[in-house]
């Protein structure tokens, strides 16, 4: 038994592999700057968390994971480091973890989170008890992790770290490969490459370390043709790929289609999550699962049962009629491919925006305003910052462009406080409606806070 310290252990990801690692009989502890419901629910799982980050926190330790956030320059990293302690980022505890079995890892822009959920689903229907590392909070885990007693074991990858390109899987399934996690200015920074080629280079080396590759057919990322090419692999696409979906007819909650492996037609699958890019990472999650020799009976199950990882169109409950979903969709291909979907629920749709990050919102805004037209109405908040600062434009540019683009086209639009924005849909709110909190900070606890009215007066 090793006792591993984390620091930065209020993330998702780190708080679940906290728990992963206990479940496996090691000592865990770990720090983070601020206390949160995360940390306070670890703590009260017996995992000791201190608030802040130092070196006295290093006694007893036998392994110091870091996360991917944490500056090499920090305190407690550097004693660790003089103490001769191994310091291991995040990716490489994953690692570990992933050569204890039969391993399959899900990475890409997006659709990641959706997709390793739904392997998982499939692997249950399956009876194959897998462990599970997901990057979100999943009801059937009771978490974000899965401590499993089978072979296989399910991972999301996150391509924003680096190091993901030193992973060796079985089969490493790829979504899609755009410029998200990119430095806007070259410089290297925590959960940004520094360029798109540097980001496609390490795509690159993860595949051609897999026993097999897993990717999007879809014309849109041709991209990951040439990077897969003369690699083993098997491609999964609407229209496209060994893998492939027909006869698709999409609901205003769900989706059906018949699926199609190398050429024959299975059988009929029903999702109950909506838009074609739930089809799409549905399909993903098909071909892996097939390609590792699951029978079809499982997919068909574990995809029918499939009801949504946290913020991934998640339905929080109603105000005064209208539906309240929040959604996690942080960059411009994930805010139009939710926009989509929610067209499709035949509600009046009212999207509340939260940009995400100044290096990504900056160069992203006028793709924000893009997708954003196909809402009846938007309220865009200012920038989470996810601790970083403006670079050429502030906050208050941002949303103030976005709204402008916006009432150009003739649509409801406006910049609005946290509290504005919270008065003003408890007073609007009405049956027909659907009201949409996105993005990847904390604007869900604003969609949170309008259901738990039910009635506003």
């Not at 984390?6 to 906290?18: E, K, Q, R, Y």
């Not at 499939?122 to 979100?136: C, H």
Request: proline letters at 4%; aromatic letters at 6%.
């Amino acid at each position: 038994m090793r006792h591993y310290h984390l620091m930065g252990i209020g993330g998702i990801g780190m708080s679940g592999l906290a728990r992963l690692l206990r479940k496996d009989g090691h000592q865990v502890s770990g720090c983070d700057q601020h206390s949160s419901e995360l940390t306070q629910a670890l703590e009260r799982e017996g995992i000791r968390v201190y608030q802040g980050h130092s070196p006295a926190h290093l006694e007893g330790v036998d392994i110091l994971v870091a996360s991917t956030a944490i500056p090499e320059d920090e305190a407690e990293l550097s004693a660790a480091r003089a103490l001769g302690l191994p310091v291991w980022r995040r990716i490489q505890v994953v690692a570990e973890i992933l050569k204890g079995g039969f391993s399959l890892g899900v990475t890409g822009s997006h659709g990641k989170t959706s997709t390793t959920a739904m392997l998982y689903s499939v692997f249950q229907a399956a009876q194959t008890d897998p462990t599970v590392l997901l990057g979100a909070e999943y009801g059937p885990l009771g978490g974000s992790v899965r401590a499993g007693q089978g072979r296989y074991r399910i991972a999301e990858i996150d391509e924003s770290d680096p190091l993901f390109r030193f992973l060796s899987l079985d089969i490493a399934v790829i979504t899609n490969l755009e410029a998200d996690h990119v430095s806007p200015d070259g410089k290297a920074r925590p959960n940004y490459h520094t360029s798109f080629e540097a980001l496609r280079e390490a795509m690159r080396a993860f595949a051609s370390r897999a026993g097999h590759v897993v990717h999007s057919g879809d014309p849109r990322w041709g991209l990951l043709e040439e990077l897969t090419r003369d690699l083993p692999r098997s491609r999964f696409g609407l229209t496209k790929g060994e893998c492939r979906a027909q006869e698709v007819v999409l609901e205003a909650f769900g989706s059906r289609f018949t699926l199609v492996w190398q050429g024959r037609p299975l059988g009929q699958v029903r999702l109950q999550v909506p838009g074609e890019h739930n089809i799409a990472n549905a399909l993903a999650a098909a071909c892996a699962a097939l390609v590792a020799g699951l029978p079809f009976e499982a997919v068909q199950e574990g995809l029918a049962r499939y009801t949504g990882a946290a913020r991934r169109f998640e339905r929080l409950g109603e105000l005064n009629g209208a539906l309240i979903v929040d959604d996690y969709a942080h960059n411009a291909t994930k805010l139009q491919a939710l926009l989509q979907a929610a067209r499709h629920t035949g509600l009046r749709v009212r999207a509340v925006f939260q940009p995400h990050r100044y290096g990504r919102s900056e160069r992203e805004w006028p793709l924000y305003a893009q997708a954003l037209e196909l809402a009846d109405e938007a309220l865009v908040l200012d920038v989470y910052s996810a601790g970083e600062t403006p670079l050429q434009l502030s906050s208050a540019q941002i949303a103030e462009n976005i709204v402008a683009h916006l009432e150009a086209r003739g649509k409801r639009a406006r910049y609005c406080g946290w509290d504005e924005a919270l008065g003003y849909l408890r007073k609007s709110a009405a049956p027909g409606q659907l009201i949409l909190t996105i993005g990847a900070g904390n604007v869900s606890r604003l969609g949170r806070l309008l259901a738990a009215e039910k009635e506003a007066v």
